[in-house]
Antibody, heavy 121, light 108 residues
Framework: QVQLVQSGAEVKKPGSSVKVSCKAS????????ISWVRQAPGQGLEWMGR????????NYAQKFQGRVTITADKSTSTAYMELSSLRSEDTAVYYC??????????????WGQGTMVTVSS | SYELTQPPSVSVSPGQTARITCSGD??????AYWYQQKPGQAPVLVIY???ERPSGIPERFSGSSSGTTVTLTISGVQAEDEADYYC???????????FGGGTKLTVL
């Protein structure tokens, strides 16, 4: 059974960048899409963007265009999300999620455990 | 940008039926998905492609679609169903994903 294991919690200063990793274990990686979704404290889920590793193509939500970069390393089955110019409003739990399992459409069927990113001076 | 609209909260007594709606202009063209999230946990997929149920999800969870509205129905609600529920879909191109604002289901 595929699992997505994310990197640990981060504390960052305003204006800096953060890079969160998401490693897939127990199954194939490249042929699926990996999305990044964030959740601010007490708030809802927010889609940030995705990458299809086998194609190397990334799409980003308009809100994050220019500030987020999603990449993937097929050799290590790891996806990355880097968010720059951090501000306090970026304090959130960041999740990676897999989509594209046959027959499920674009359902996010497997999620990482989440990574807490705190932006504070 | 494209939005999905859900009611902020729904309350039901145990054993009753809970219905959570989600509205969006592109829903006639794009599938909807539903996720359950309990405090401190990652979301869990409970319905995919409008009305399909993943293995391991109880039969009391069902989904339906009509025009620009999709509905998650939980029949015979149990205390353990108390959670936040999110619908998710995509814009008309299918590329850009979006979540509804979430609905807090309270079991009285």
């Amino acid at each position: 059974q595929v699992q997505l294991v994310q990197s640990g919690a981060e504390v960052k200063k305003p204006g800096s960048s953060v890079k969160v990793s998401c490693k897939a274990s127990g199954g194939t990686f490249s042929s699926y899409a990996i999305s990044w979704v964030r959740q601010a404290p007490g708030q809802g889920l927010e889609w940030m963007g995705r990458i299809i590793p086998i194609l190397g193509i990334a799409n980003y939500a308009q809100k994050f265009q220019g500030r987020v970069t999603i990449t993937a390393d097929k050799s290590t089955s790891t996806a990355y999300m880097e968010l720059s110019s951090l501000r306090s409003e970026d304090t959130a739990v960041y999740y990676c999620a897999r989509a594209g399992r046959a027959g499920t459409g674009d359902a996010f069927d497997i999620w990482g455990q989440g990574t807490m990113v705190t932006v504070s001076s | 940008s494209y939005e999905l609209t859900q009611p902020p909260s729904v309350s039901v007594s145990p054993g009753q039926t809970a219905r959570i709606t989600c509205s969006g202009d592109a829903l006639p063209k794009q599938y909807a998905y539903w996720y359950q999230q309990k405090p401190g946990q990652a979301p869990v997929l409970v319905i995919y492609k409008d009305s399909e149920r993943p293995s391991g999800i109880p039969e009391r969870f069902s989904g339906s679609s009509s025009g620009t509205t999709v509905t998650l129905t939980i029949s015979g609600v149990q205390a353990e169903d108390e959670a936040d529920y999110y619908c998710q879909s995509a814009d008309s191109s299918g590329t850009y994903k979006v979540f509804g604002g979430g609905t807090k289901l309270t079991v009285l």
